[in-house]
């Protein structure tokens, strides 16, 4: 099921406020924050599409099968989901990056961009 962009940046918005996934994102906890979008109304395939994180990654860090420590893959989330200024700062990155700016655009996956345009014979 596809949500409107208006009804992703709410969800990212209320479950963003509260106290606990602040906590989280503090901890660097993507596991229990990807949690609490799917309570929101978010499923893993809607997080992978916005933030071009692959969902069975998804999937292993709410598991806890797997914990990220690139930064690429917190700003790739926080990017993708439109984080707000807090749960940035919260994650480590940079408050006043674009936030929801990538909300709706699919983020490219490494050597995605190159697979393609060898299928097309652009290179």
């Known amino acids: 099921m596809v949500l409107p ?11 963003c406020a509260r ?10 906890d993507l596991g229990y924050v990807i949690a609490a979008f799917e309570e929101g109304g978010l499923t893993q395939g809607q997080m992978a599409s916005l933030t071009g994180l692959h969902q069975n990654r998804l999937s292993d ?4 099968k797997h914990k990220p420590k690139e ?16 749960a940035r700062q919260a994650l480590g990155l940079d408050a ?12 490219p996956r490494p050597g995605l961009l190159r697979t393609a345009r060898l299928r097309c014979g652009w290179l």
């Open 5 to 15: 962009i208006s009804e992703v940046r709410r969800i990212v918005e209320r479950v």
């Open 19 to 28: 106290q606990d996934v602040l906590d989280a994102c503090a901890e660097r």
């Open 61 to 64: 860090y709410q598991t806890g």
């Open 71 to 86: 930064y690429s893959v917190f700003a790739a989330f926080a990017d993708g989901l439109g984080l707000p200024p807090a």
């Open 96 to 107: 006043s990056a674009p936030a929801a700016a990538g909300i709706g655009v699919p983020q």
